[in-house]
């Protein structure tokens, strides 16, 4: 026997007693990154544009990579379709959702129908995010621009259409799911003092005969990874082979509710001497260490200074670690 369950959401009492201006919930109909969609599959246009690094909205930065010359990309992208329907051509499907559409806000909040599930609508675009582990080390990731710490509230998650299908039926990539089976997503929070805390959203699972998919948008409640400066995400699976996870790394994310830390500043340490901030739009990084240290992905030292201001306008565009003291950020540049 079969079970699909529409997971509705209701945030947290906490969550609707916080004043308004406390928090930030994602809605990329403010995005600062053009986004334009596919008419056919409403994919972001940029998805395959190997210029677009991030996808800007609020405060949030979400990483974007591709290889237009292999039609591949990886981390997050965006779009607006409300098409769930069963395709044979899996591919052409990546790009959509179950819930069929982004969730809608009704005074900054999130508008729930009359069972308490979010409203969505093909007008409201959302991310998709692959998040497979060949393509980098944190494959889908997202930090603050204003490079403050943040602490997370809660998120929307829902099952991509492309393995929402193919733990129902498999394909030459992957099985179906049987009893025993599981898809999880895992949320990685990271402190300025580089500890790491999870949370595992249960995707599917396969039970006593019974199959059930989150098919709706799910609200999961952060608040257990505190004050956070980047955040990804990883997925794991029963049906894995020699070279990982079979069941395709996609899922889909919208309407983030993040509030600044309670003590205001970016990456406190200890003696409340230390923080760093990182204004994107004129490449100036403020600390009040001693000592301020700028790293490469490939953990290369590319800049430094003793003063509390450092131009990093000289720098090529990319992702860079920042350290001072114990304090550290994730910016882009």
Avoid at 59 to 78: E, K, L, N, P, R
Avoid at 101 to 128: C, F, H, M, R, W
Avoid at 214 to 226: E, I, Q, T
Avoid at 263 to 290: F, M
Wanted: some cysteine; overall charge negative.
């Amino acid at each position: 026997m079969k079970k699909f369950y529409i997971l509705a959401a209701a945030l947290m009492a906490a969550t609707t007693a916080m004043a308004e201006d406390e928090t930030v919930t994602l809605d990329l109909t403010k995005s600062m990154t053009e986004l334009t969609f596919d008419a056919t599959n409403g994919a972001w246009t940029g998805t395959y544009n190997d210029d677009e690094a991030t996808i800007d909205s609020q405060i949030f930065c979400f990483i974007h990579g591709s290889m237009s010359a292999y039609d591949t990309w990886w981390g997050f992208t965006a779009s607006n379709s409300a098409d769930n329907s069963y395709k044979e051509d899996t591919m052409k499907y990546q790009f959509s959702n179950m819930a069929k559409g982004g969730i809608v806000l009704e005074n900054g909040k999130v508008k729930v129908d009359q069972y308490g599930a979010p409203v969505t609508s093909a007008e409201v675009p959302y991310l998709v995010a692959y998040a497979s582990a060949y393509m980098a080390e944190h494959p889908a990731e997202f930090l603050f621009s204003d490079g403050l710490a943040h602490e997370l509230v809660g998120c929307y998650v829902n099952l991509n259409s492309y393995p929402y299908f193919n733990l129902e039926f498999g394909n030459s990539f992957s099985r179906a799911f049987t009893n025993g089976d599981k898809f999880t997503l895992i949320i990685h929070g990271i402190a300025d003092d580089d500890s790491e805390k999870t949370i595992e959203v249960e995707l599917a699972s396969y039970t006593n005969g019974d199959l059930t998919i989150n098919r709706g948008w799910k609200y999961v409640d952060l608040s257990s990874l505190g004050a956070v400066n980047t955040v990804w995400f990883s997925m794991t699976s029963t049906d894995t082979g020699t070279y990982g996870m079979n069941t395709p790394a996609y899922f889909c994310l919208d309407k983030i509710i993040a509030k600044t830390a309670t003590d205001g500043v970016a990456n406190p340490v200890a003696d409340g001497t230390a923080y760093l901030r990182y204004d994107r739009a004129s490449s100036t990084l403020t600390s009040k260490g001693d000592f301020t240290a700028v790293y490469n992905t490939q953990g290369q030292m590319v800049a430094s200074t003793e003063e509390q201001i450092l131009n990093l306008a000289s720098l090529e565009n990319g992702i860079y670690v920042v350290r001072s003291g114990n304090a550290s950020i994730k910016i882009v540049k």
